[in-house]
């Protein structure tokens, strides 16, 4: 151990990092410099090509989100065309018909993650305070088949969401054999298509996000000599046959009879209810002024929207024991006039 390195309490390796950079090690602790560094890291990595050895990053993510000096906790985010830079907030609330509703879970993430990214967390924070529901209503942002079953599963919740549709890389423009096409056989591990074809090969498989896939192929030779190969895959050649990719068993399940039942009008008219958190976020923007935080760092811009929802919280307990009615759902003016027409 070099003085210097004793002197300024310095591992070996921070040590041989200053002799290599010729830097101070207190240099990167500045807040300044973290910021900076990790706007850097955000934006570009080493990969030993190009000038200096470094390359931009192309995800969206990264372009979208550096920090800045002044508010490293805010990121810019878009969502339908509209950015903005800053937070999210995402707010649950009771939702009994003819009650005043309550709102009882509150989570604040940069702009950057993805809805999806919340849901568990909102179940993590309602059971740790007991105010679980047994249903949860979200919109499709909230829902993938992972979160279905992991809700009904770990946290008894129906989360009532709708999926998206079929929509797999095969598909092509008119009629088209979807994956509720084919039927799945979990023991056997074996997939039947609309042809009356078994699958040749089923592998178990991980993304690279890490999520559990199953690939599933037909042959070539099957699919080849298919009349209706169109209408299924898009090898028009026949020297490749149909694959398809399942999620394990019980997501694959789920979502299925999702699909299927949020085409009905009777699931439509129960998930009607969601609607209603809109005003609650119209409630907070036009009382609360919850768009603008006065804070600089998220733990902060947190605890305000937190009060934000207390605020809403005592105005509609008010409006119970003074027995102020619910405010009706509003017609804007065009709505109205395409009424009157
Ligand atoms: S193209 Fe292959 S998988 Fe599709 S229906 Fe024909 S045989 Fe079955």
Redesign the pocket.
């Known amino acids: 151990m070099s003085v210097l390195q004793y002197a300024e309490g310095l591992t070996d390796r921070q040590a041989a990092d200053q002799v290599r950079t010729g830097s101070p090690g207190w240099l990167r602790e500045i807040p300044a410099v973290q910021v900076l560094r990790r706007a850097w890291v955000e934006q570009y990595h080493r990969d030993g090509k190009g000038c200096a050895g470094g390359r931009a990053r192309t995800s969206r993510r990264a372009d979208a989100g550096s920090p800045r000096p002044t508010t490293p906790d805010a990121r810019y985010g878009v969502k339908r065309g509209s950015g903005w830079c800053g937070y999210k907030t995402h707010l649950s609330e009771t939702c009994e018909p003819d009650v005043h509703h309550l709102i009882t879970q509150v989570v604040t993430t940069d702009a950057t993650v993805a809805d999806t990214e919340v849901t568990e967390a909102v179940h993590q924070g309602l059971a740790a305070r007991e105010l679980l529901p047994g249903e949860h209503d979200v919109d499709a942002g909230y829902v993938t088949a992972a979160h279905i079953v992991t809700a009904r599963d770990e946290y008894g919740i129906e989360l009532l969401g709708p999926v998206g549709l079929d929509t797999c890389h095969e598909n092509h423009e008119g009629e088209h054999?979807t994956q509720s096409a084919f039927t799945v056989d979990w023991q056997a591990r074996k997939v039947t298509?609309?042809?009356g074809?078994i699958s040749a090969s089923w592998s178990d498989e991980r993304k690279s996000s890490g999520t559990p896939i199953t690939r599933v192929h037909?042959t070539s030779q099957?699919?080849g000599s298919?009349p209706?190969?169109m209408k299924?895959?898009k090898a028009a050649d026949g020297r490749r046959?149909?694959s398809l990719t399942l999620l394990p068993r019980d997501q694959q399940q789920a979502l299925e009879a999702r699909r299927r039942e949020q085409l009905t009008e009777q699931w439509q008219q129960r998930y009607n209810i969601r609607a209603g958190v809109e005003a609650t976020i119209s409630q907070a923007v036009r009382r609360t002024r919850i768009r603008r935080t006065r804070f600089t760092d998220l733990p902060k811009t947190h605890l305000g929207h937190v009060f934000a929802a207390t605020a809403i919280n005592i105005i509609r307990l008010d409006a119970w024991l003074t027995e102020t009615p619910l405010g009706q759902t509003r017609t804007s003016h065009l709505a109205r006039l395409d009424l009157a027409a």
């Open positions: 054999f298509c609309p042809e074809r037909f099957d699919c298919c209706v190969r299924c895959t046959g149909r």
